[in-house]
Structure formats: structure tokens, C-alpha cells
């Protein structure tokens, strides 16, 4: 209960304080002083334009986006992604990687890997077939990228959770790993503070949400009033060392998400400030 009101007095705080952004300047992050981040993924912001993803992410206080291909398309002139990287520059936003992007031939990864070349980044969250594996290994040795496969529970066939990514990649080259995802993770009835423990080596990225049940069925709703246990979550994120970004990925009413990130974000930012030693 403690979390709970401290997460929400957090979140009313955070919305408030930014109207005095332009007086006081910007103010540092509560997870200031952690190695990890906390982004968002950019997949929560499906049916609303950039402008409005950095004007939440500002509100927000949130610095970090892993960008989808609707806010910047993959046939984009090198011209367009510079303007791109302008805009997340004047909201104090850095788009730290690329995807989920979905390959299914070689020529998608081939595709997949110089985009990600030309917008900058150096990590590429991507679901390719298994068959292509041995392909994105030889990629990832040219391009000296990070690959980390998004895992997706029980939706789709191909890399429902943590053990399967990392029975398929354990011997691959050690820059070829996973995205977290702990909801997807957790519907596929594993614990994600389990996986993340065992395979913290091979965990690039995370996608921070919370569901209802530990199967199928379950849903994603607002971090804090699920099942995950995410002061233990929190924990094992420091106590692995884990130094990339922890993207809030909302995915409840995605035609108005806003309330619900801003929930949510303020729950996993209480519970990094009280679990702090």
C-alpha cells in the first residue's frame, strides 16, 4: 500500500512540476544515480504522431525512446533523420535503439541492420525467424551491432520467453540477445526475476509492463496492479548490473495512454526510490 500512494503522489508530482519546467529548468530524473534508464518504448505511442510522444515524454521526465518505424519510417531520407534526431534533441530525448522490428527474409534483416546504421544506434530489437539466426549472427559480426530479440509469450510461435530466446542464441555470438519483455515473459508462466537472473548476460533491453495472470489470457495493465513483483524485479536489475534501458511499454488503452504511463512511470520510479539502500 505504502508503494502504491508513494507511486501516485509521484505521478501527480511529475505532472504538476513540469508547468514550472520553463522558470526552474529541466530537473534530473528520479532514477538518477542507478546504471540503468528508464525510456519508453516507442510502440505505446502507436496512434499518436512524434510531436505528441516527446510532449508525453517530457511531461514525463523520460529521456530515453526506442523508436518505431511509424514515428520514423525505414525509407527515411538521411535529410529526414537528422531532422528527426533535431526533435528528439530539443526535448532532451535520445533514441537509444531501433524496433521491435519483424524479419522474415534475409533481405528484411539486411534492411533492418543499415537503417539502424543510418539513424545512429547500435542496438536493434528485432523478431527474426529462427531459420535467419545464422544470418543476424554474420550481420551482427560485420556491424558490430547488439541484437536483442523481442520475446513475446504465448501470441506467437516463435520466442515466447527468456529460456527459448536463449536456447536459440546461448551459442551465437554474445551480442545476440534479448529484449525483456516482463509481461510477455510472465504470460508464458515464467518469472521474469528468475530470467533476468540467469540470463542477465544476454539482456540488452527491457520492456517494463505489468498483466493479470500468468498465462494467456492475462493482460497488460498499469505497472503496480498486477502480479510482477517489481521490488524484487528492481533489485535484481542492480544486483545483475544491468546498465540499458528499462522502456515503459503501456499497452491499455492505447487510443488515450496517458494516465496509465504516467501511473505507471511514477510506480516503477517509487519503487526504485524505496527500494534503495
Known sequence: MKLKVLAFLFAITIMACRAQEASTGPQPPAETGEKF???????????????KTLETMKALDVHYLCIKDF???MTSTDEEIAAFHEKLKASHVTGYAVGPIYMKSKKAVDRAFEYAKRVGVKLIVGVPNVELLPYVDKKVKEYDFKFAIHLHGPDIKIFPDA?????????????????????HDTRNGKDPVADLKKY???????????????????????VGRGIIDFPALVNMIRKVGYTGVCSMEHERNQDNPFMGLAESVGYFRAVIETTKK
Open 71 to 73: 514515428h520514423l519510417p
Open 200 to 222: 542477465h548476460t544476454r539482456v540488452f533491453d527491457m520492456h517494463i509492463k505489468d498483466v493479470t495472470a500468468p498465462t494467456k489470457s492475462g493482460y497488460s495493465l498499469e
Open 163 to 183: 529460456e527459448d530466446v536463449w536456447n536459440h542464441t546461448k551459442d551465437l555470438d554474445p551480442r545476440i540477445g534479448m529484449c525483456l519483455d516482463i509481461g
Open 37 to 51: 534508464k528508464v525510456g519508453i518504448a516507442g510502440y505505446t505511442f502507436v496512434k499518436f504522431d512524434l510531436d
